[in-house]
């Protein structure tokens, strides 16, 4: 009887192991598919049924009326394509109407990012007021400060969906340091408590303030502003890092364009490995007793080298106060205002 039953048990075990190898073989081959198609969406959330309903990034959902695109009239007097084919985005480049209708029905939320340490709390209020008229208006958007003075964060009165954290750090005296903290924050931020409540990401200087539209224009998986003080320049006069002993080189005959450490984004993955490397290149750098000729804005200049970014945002997007518009600027959106530097900085 014993015996009897130790073989039945032998031969249940057998079919079960039987029925496990058939159904890995059915579902290998499906698997395979799903993380394909997974791969194949760049934007946009994964999800195992983009099979049936893939998402696609710019549903018309509304029967909107619209100026008519044109391929042969538009912007003439710049290139709004960079030669690995990501959108130039300057005005006249897009239509908000269209791009926001495509975006609202996609339900994003926006986080950006904005240090004020030390007497940089000055620029706080102007900075989120101009927001508030400029930055995304009509989506979800927040804004997370990092300040050594909390009590001094201004009351700002902020739209419905939009809302705003406060984070304390430390107060530093040396720009390196809040510099080089900035990445680490930023990708502790994402890490932490970013990860499933926002899509996009923006770190923004705080010495500056919008004067026009920054919208969904602006988004992609790795966004880079163009440098206002250098995009008519040969690439030899950019202020790249160049001593190949730091991680930030970029050696001459190299570099697409110079761009702003002041503003930068896209996706939370991508803008979460451009601070992660970002940091650690900066870290190695220290390290080896090397600081790069612009800290964190020369490390992103190599990163963007080799990562190319998916879109690159004229100098609307960044001008500064003190230089005049040139023809081909046709609004400045955001713009650095013009300090003084004995009064504002700390000590070095
Ligand atoms: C900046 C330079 C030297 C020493 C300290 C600072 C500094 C920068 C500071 O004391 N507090 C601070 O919050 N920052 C943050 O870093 C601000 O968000 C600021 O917008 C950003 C970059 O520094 P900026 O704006 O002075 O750099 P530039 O290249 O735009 O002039
Ligand atoms: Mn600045």
């Known amino acids: 009887m014993q015996l009897l039953n130790g073989k039945t048990v032998t031969v249940i075990l057998l079919l079960a192991l039987l029925l496990l190898v058939v159904y890995w073989y059915i579902f290998q081959p499906y698997r395979d598919v799903v993380s394909f198609t997974q791969e194949e969406t760049t934007e946009g959330r994964c999800t195992a049924d983009v099979i049936v309903s893939v998402d696609h990034p710019f549903h018309l959902e509304d029967h909107l009326q619209y100026k008519q695109p044109s391929i042969v009239q538009g912007r003439t007097d710049v290139v709004t394509v960079t030669p690995w084919l990501a959108p130039v985005v300057w005005e006249g480049s897009f239509n908000p109407v269209l791009l926001d209708s495509i975006y609202k029905h996609k339900n994003i939320s926006i986080a950006a990012t904005v240090f004020a340490v030390g007497k940089y709390i000055m620029f706080l209020k102007k900075f ?53 903290r900035r990445m680490e924050l930023i990708q502790t931020l994402i890490e932490e408590k970013l990860r499933n409540h926002a899509d996009y990401i923006f770190c923004l200087d705080v010495d500056s303030q919008f004067h026009g539209r920054w919208g969904t224009e602006s988004l992609g998986g790795l966004v880079a502003v163009i440098h206002p003080g250098y995009y008519r320049d040969d690439r030899s006069k950019f202020p790249y890092e160049r001593r190949p002993k730091s991680k930030a080189y970029v050696a001459p005959g190299e570099g697409d364009f110079y761009y702003c450490g002041g503003a930068f984004g896209g996706l939370l993955q991508e803008v979460y490995l451009l601070a992660s490397t970002c940091r650690s290149n900066f870290q190695a750098d220290t390290k080896e007793g090397i600081e790069a000729a612009w800290q964190e804005e020369s490390h992103l200049n190599r990163y963007m080298w080799i990562n190319k970014p998916s879109k690159v945002l004229s100098p609307e997007y960044l001008w500064q106060d003190f230089k005049p518009r040139n023809p081909e600027i046709h609004i400045i959106r955001f713009s650095g205002v013009v300090k003084n530097y004995a009064e504002i900085r700390p000590n070095v």
Do not use: C
């Open 128 to 180: 989120l007021e101009t927001a508030e008229q400029h930055f995304f208006v009509g989506f979800k958007v927040h804004f997370y400060v990092f300040t050594d003075r909390p009590n001094e964060v201004p009351q700002v009165k902020m739209a419905a969906g939009r809302q705003l954290t406060v984070s304390s750090v430390p107060s530093s005296k040396r720009w390196q340091e809040i510099s080089a």
